[in-house]
């Protein structure tokens, strides 16, 4: 079983920045795949960035590229996101997911979730 735990959401101004943090626990992450995925209301739970643990490759969405950075500590277990440049379209709750295997951009194919963050960006 893995366990996810996501800290770092808040209030933002537009043009501002924030630190998202995944905190991973009960397993060895090595053949893991990580993703930051994001839901506004009354809208679909969508890709934002993913990372494959080993190797540390990284995949974005094309309206946070450029923008955001996803990484990861590894003595720590956890992931980060890194938002600047945010906009009041990256309002929503922002969610840590991770699957075994090669990364994907479909939520529905992620095994394990955290509780979320409220990310809201006024304009």
Known sequence: QVQLVESGGGLVQAGGSLRLSCAVSGRTLSN???G???Q????EREFVAGLRWS???TYYADSVKGRFIISRDNAKNTVYLQMNSLKPEDTAVYYCAARWGIS???HREYDYW???T??????
């Open 36 to 38: 930051w995925f994001r």
């Open 55 to 57: 190797g540390g490759a």
């Open 118 to 123: 409220q990310v809201t960006v006024s304009s």
């Open 104 to 106: 994907s951009t479909t």
């Open 114 to 116: 955290g509780q979320g």
């Open 32 to 34: 893991y795949a990580m």
């Open 40 to 43: 506004a209301p009354g809208k």
